[in-house]
């Protein structure tokens, strides 16, 4: 059992074992137990996992804390913080693709189930990647951290600009060089038709596999921000891993919440520009300052008070609406 301790990622074998053996279970008592059947996420369902998803999440931390010590966690529970409030972004626009294709409320848990699975695997071999670069150029930090500042005043620029889905050049691209189906056909991601041309039955997707493929695509452009940013907090690819994919599990599970309440948060996107800008700005701050980093609880307090705040003035500013 000696390959068990074998440094992996500068972590031993046991340790990445343990936690995707956590999260497998996890998606495996989700698919079988609490979405046995396919129907229609309550409000109250979707509260009572979040709070299952986030308890997990903090109790990991704690574990992390006793095997770790205390800087870990503090950079675990502050990448965690980060990468769950950048994902909201990412909820926004994966109700947006469900409402374009009228997925039904019953089917959406399985499109977002599914990419979960995509998820896991993108986000560790961005993550992989990443870890590799700036293991071996540690200027690859600057890099990512002028990318967030970038990023940050992009979307404090475009926050108030509304995309229009119907133009996406990867839906065009399926619907004129794939075969889609205009319906739904139940829970079904693919079905086998006949081609009107041929004659000869085939493969087609359904709206439900598209907005599947959008949804991963839409992952996967959100992590180009998400991956830098929790690399500028911590260089170690498991805090980074473990706190991105607890995040998005958490997020996934409140979506059904959030979905209904996104015009209550039309002004979060500002504190998330801000996030970023400051998340990108603290290495450059710590050089300044002469200091190798800015401490973590530094980082995880301006975090909590940058998101309180676009929390708070979106929910009094939309109050009368």
Request: hydrophobic content about 55%; some cysteine; proline content about 2%.
């Amino acid at each position: 059992m000696d390959w068990l301790f074998e440094v992996w990622l500068t972590k031993p074998l046991w340790m990445w074992l343990v936690f995707l053996g956590l999260v497998l279970t996890l998606l495996v008592l989700d698919l079988t137990v609490l979405h046995r059947k396919q129907h229609a996420v309550s409000m109250k369902e979707s509260l009572l996992t979040t709070a299952g998803y986030c308890s997990l999440a903090l109790l990991f931390g704690g574990w992390v804390w006793w095997e770790m010590g205390t800087t870990k966690a503090l950079e675990y529970y502050t990448g965690y913080v980060v990468e769950f409030s950048l994902a909201m972004d990412n909820v926004f626009v994966i109700a947006m693709i469900l409402g374009f294709f009228k997925i039904p409320a019953q089917y959406q848990h399985r499109v977002l189930f599914w990419g979960i699975l995509g998820v896991i695997v993108l986000r560790g071999i961005m993550i992989g990647v990443g870890a590799a670069l700036v293991a071996e150029f540690h200027w690859v930090l600057y890099l990512f951290a002028g990318f967030l500042v970038i990023s940050g005043v992009k979307m404090l620029l475009l926050a108030d600009h509304e995309s229009d889905l119907g133009n996406n050049p990867l839906l065009k691209f399926l619907r004129k060089h794939g075969r889609v189906t205009e319906k739904l056909h139940g829970k079904k991601f693919w079905v086998r038709l006949k081609d009107s041309n041929t004659g000869h039955y085939a493969w087609y997707m359904t709206p439900l596999m598209v907005a599947l493929i959008l949804v991963e695509v839409a992952d996967v452009v959100f992590a180009v921000d998400s991956v830098p940013a929790i690399f500028a907090i911590t260089t170690d690819p498991y805090i980074v891993y473990t706190s991105n994919i607890f995040a998005i599990l958490g997020l996934r599970a409140l979506y059904f919440t959030l979905a209904g309440l996104i015009e209550r948060f039309k002004y979060l996107k500002y504190a998330l520009a801000i996030l970023l800008i400051f998340i990108g700005s603290k290495i450059f701050v710590a050089d300044l300052l002469g200091l190798e980093k800015i401490p973590p609880s530094i980082g995880l307090s301006v975090t909590f008070a940058i998101l309180a705040s676009g929390v708070i003035y979106s929910l009094i500013k939309t109050k009368k609406a």
